[in-house]
């Protein structure tokens, strides 16, 4: 599905990441691929991992910083001079804003996961564009909390929020040049940034117990859906958010 396209997958932490699945799904796919991590606490864990993947870039992206993402694509632009997709999995709060009350959140940290968590995405999209000549797909992570009121989500659920507002602007804004722009919202998956939740075991119970499907989403899966969002298969598929959370969304109780 993905034969012949080159993409790159911001967000890989470990083997749990929802960013290693779907890099994982797009290069069985066929996909070419560039993978970054954060900085060096993860390169060895992201090495190893992209060494299953044949002729995959691997590079570092602090999205705080605005020289890195540059870096990244003049290094994208010199190594393929195009690209295809960006995949972009990508979230972050402090601890403190994610305990207690929203209404307790500080300035700094409410700017901090706002910084990470979406303005980094409308950044990588600017950097993307050029390179996508031929059109592309941008597709971005979201989370049900961007529209409910998910308890200790918090601050997390008003940089969704934000961020599914991205996909929409960025989408009627490129849609010009063949580029679609969307998100996938899983259901709550065991990783490295769920650790910060508080009260997400519970959360996983809870869902086992309402969603349809009586169980949560597995990684391979949001992988697979985003193989169709960044395949030519959705081609008529933009500034849509679409749920991969066993039902869960459409539950009332
Ligand atoms: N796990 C879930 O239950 C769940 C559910 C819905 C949505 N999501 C979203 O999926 C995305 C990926 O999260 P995950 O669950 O795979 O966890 P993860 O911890 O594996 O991935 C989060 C990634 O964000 C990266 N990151 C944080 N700050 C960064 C920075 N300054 N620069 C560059 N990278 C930075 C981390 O290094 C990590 O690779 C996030 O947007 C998350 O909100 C997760």
């Known amino acids: 599905?993905?034969?012949?396209?080159?993409g790159i997958v911001f967000g890989v932490a470990n083997e749990y990441s929802i960013a290693w699945a779907i890099a994982k799904a797009a290069h069985e796919h066929g996909a070419q691929l560039a993978i970054t991590y954060q900085n060096e606490r993860f390169e060895e864990t992201v090495k190893k991992l992209a060494a299953n993947l044949n002729e995959s870039l691997v590079l570092q992206c602090d999205v705080s910083e605005d020289e890195q993402i540059v870096k990244v694509y003049d290094e994208i632009a010199r190594q393929w001079g195009k690209l295809d997709f960006v995949v972009h999995s990508i979230a972050y709060a402090p601890r403190s804003a994610l305990e207690g009350k929203l209404l307790d959140t500080r300035r700094d940290d409410f700017l901090l996961a706002h910084d990470i968590s979406v303005y980094s995405f409308i950044a990588?999209?600017?950097h993307a564009v050029p390179l996508m000549t031929d059109g592309g797909?941008?597709?971005t992570l979201s989370y049900l909390g961007s529209e409910r009121a998910v308890p200790g989500y918090n601050v997390m659920?008003?940089?969704?929020a934000g961020l599914e507002a991205c996909v929409r602007?960025?989408?009627a804004e490129l849609g010009e040049?063949?580029?679609?722009v969307n998100a996938l919202s899983p259901g709550p998956i065991k990783t490295l940034a769920a650790r910060g939740i508080s009260g997400f075991s519970r959360m996983l119970e809870i869902v086992k117990?309402?969603?349809p499907l009586k169980r949560s989403?597995?990684?391979e899966e949001v992988g697979k859906m985003a193989v169709v969002l960044l395949s030519d298969y959705a081609s008529a598929i933009t500034g849509e958010v679409i749920y991969v959370d066993c039902g869960y969304n459409i539950m009332g109780l």
């Open 1 to 6: 599905m993905l034969q012949g396209k080159r």
């Open 124 to 126: 990588v999209t600017r």
């Open 137 to 139: 797909s941008v597709l």
């Open 157 to 160: 659920g008003v940089c969704k």
């Open 169 to 171: 602007y960025l989408a």
């Open 177 to 180: 040049r063949n580029i679609r």
């Open 209 to 211: 117990e309402r969603a």
């Open 217 to 219: 989403t597995m990684q």
